[in-house]
């Protein structure tokens, strides 16, 4: 694969969302969300909830450097760290053990028609998946790149057009499906997994304790079937081949009645169990492991816009929690992404038939569940090869895009030479780390997750406080949620029925 331009890599834009829960006692805390001091999760950008009101998400603005998307990340979670009494944020992607559903609480958003609309939703998320399954946490890695450093990455040639942008960004997502695998070997931290998340689906796992079983070689339980890759999702394939594709069939499955969810009687009262009886509530729904976005901003449904104005960016969503990263990834892996996105733009992404679909949700399936199976085979275009052999591919070919002038050339070399050694020797992932140390010590898995919890909070709060400026800006996106809250409510008209389908509507 040809060198690229070192000016590409000043045309990035980086962001990343990353998911903890509340833990208070080696249990989720069931204190509410402090709009007081984290301002309404409902507006607030930086600092909001996932699924739980106890499940914290901090997002942090698209930067041209992954240092400053780092720098911060890291300034919310020392502005957190400072409210949250003797709360920590749990450091893994799998949860403590959770004894019933009722000790998730869902997220509360306030009475408006939006507010009802996402609590509704999360409803329905409970009431088809269960909340133990919502409530596992990772990181989301979003990236994009200029359009006059995309066009020269491209087979394109002039000015970028929507459709050309729409185009390279479909091939790029297709890409990674192909390589996720890598991605769970590499970033997987999950082989644990509490007994209440697996339920009946025991086979093959051992026991660590009461509450914990394991796979002696996963990678990443968290993106296997038992975890985000739902099995009642499996039979649910998305086309990645063009933008108008995946649009449709995201389109038919939030219109088609489901005879399964629409059996589905709340069990608690609440007024509304979910948002449709239909195979996906809305597309947010569809779990998969990369996915196009667009930054335009409106109250329009992701498609819509998808729809009107196209692709902006693409969302990486198969990345685990790092338990030994105070912020749950570090600036080594962050390098790496940089790269592992720039050559799945770069390089060539045939579209997908059946097969090749049915071959990837294999792959990262094996990979996720015996990733670290030593002598571990895939299947490439029909054919098995060693995982290793094809992630050291993939690695070289990466390697390949940095010239001798790019001024971060050591610093990839070095994040690459440390993957290499991954592939090489599997005890040196982060998930053998947490096998490992969970294994090997006396302390049960909670036990693990807290001490790690606290010494990531201590961290945050001892950490010299370099940037001020970061500080403000989140401090008064605070203060402003607050004020954006009030002209919501106060503006709130419509009743929650009209308000559905207005955003339904076409």
């Known amino acids: 694969m040809p060198i690229i331009s070192d000016d590409i890599f000043k045309a990035l834009n980086i962001g990343i969302e990353k998911e903890s829960l509340r833990v208070l006692n080696g249990e989720i805390s069931k204190i509410p969300h402090k709009t007081e001091l984290f301002g309404s ?79 509704v939703y999360r409803q329905g998320l409970s009431n088809r998946y269960g909340r133990q399954m919502q409530a596992i946490s990772g990181i989301h890695y979003n990236f994009s790149i200029d359009d006059n450093a995309l066009i020269h990455l491209s087979k394109y040639q002039g000015n970028l057009d929507r ?67 739902n099995s009642k999702q499996r039979d649910l394939r998305i086309s990645l081949n063009t933008i108008e594709e995946y649009i449709g069939q995201l389109k038919t499955a939030t219109n ?25 509530q809305i597309e947010d729904e569809y779990y998969s492991p990369s996915r196009p976005k667009s930054s335009y901003i409106s109250d329009d449904r992701m498609l819509k816009k998808l729809e009107h104005h196209g692709v902006s960016y693409i969302e990486l969503r198969s990345i685990d929690l790092d ?98 050694n991954q592939l090489i020797n599997p005890s040196l992932t982060p998930s053998a780390q947490v096998f490992n140390k969970v294994k090997e010590s006396s302390f049960s898995y909670e036990e693990f997750g807290a001490n790690l919890g606290k010494l990531h909070k201590n961290y945050h709060l001892n950490l010299f406080d370099n940037r001020s400026h970061n500080e403000k800006i989140i401090q008064e996106e605070v203060d402003r949620s607050k004020i954006s809250l009030d002209k919501i409510n106060n503006a709130s008209e419509e009743s929650f029925r009209e308000y559905m389908r207005n955003y339904f509507s076409d």
């Open 323 to 420: 338990p030994f990263e105070p912020c749950g990834i570090g600036p080594s892996k962050l390098l790496f992404l940089e790269l592992f996105l720039i050559h799945c733009i770069k390089k060539d992404s045939p579209k997908l038939d059946e097969y090749l679909t049915k071959e990837i949700v294999e792959n990262d399936s094996l990979v996720a569940k015996e990733g670290r199976r030593p002598g571990l085979t895939i299947s490439r275009n029909h054919k098995q090869i060693l995982m290793k052999d094809w992630g050291m591919e993939i690695l070289d070919e990466m390697e390949e895009l940095i010239s001798e002038s790019n001024p971060k050339k050591d610093s990839y070399i070095a994040s690459l030479k440390e993957l290499k």
């Open 41 to 119: 999760p409902l507006t607030n950008q930086f600092i909001t909830t996932d699924f739980s009101e106890s499940q914290m998400e901090f997002v942090t603005p698209p930067f041209k450097t992954f240092s400053e998307t780092l720098g911060f990340l890291e300034s919310i979670h020392q502005n957190v760290s400072t409210k949250i009494n003797d709360e920590i944020l749990w450091p893994l992607s799998m949860p403590p053990f959770i004894d019933t559903d009722s000790n998730i609480p869902i997220a509360y958003y306030g009475e408006s028609e939006l507010a009802v609309f996402k609590r």
């Open 256 to 280: 088609s009645i489901s005879n399964e969810f629409s059996q589905i009687k709340d069990k608690e009262g609440f007024d509304i169990s979910q948002l449709s009886p239909n195979v996906l």
């Open 163 to 229: 459709n050309m942008r729409d185009n390279i960004y479909l091939g790029a997502i297709r890409n990674i499906a192909r390589f996720n695998w890598l991605l769970l070997y590499l970033f997987g931290a999950s082989p644990f997994v509490s007994r209440s998340i697996l339920g009946t689906k025991k086979d093959g796992f051992e026991k660590l304790d009461h509450h914990t079983l394991f796979l002696p070689y996963a990678t990443s339980l968290r993106m296997s079937d038992i975890g985000y890759q």
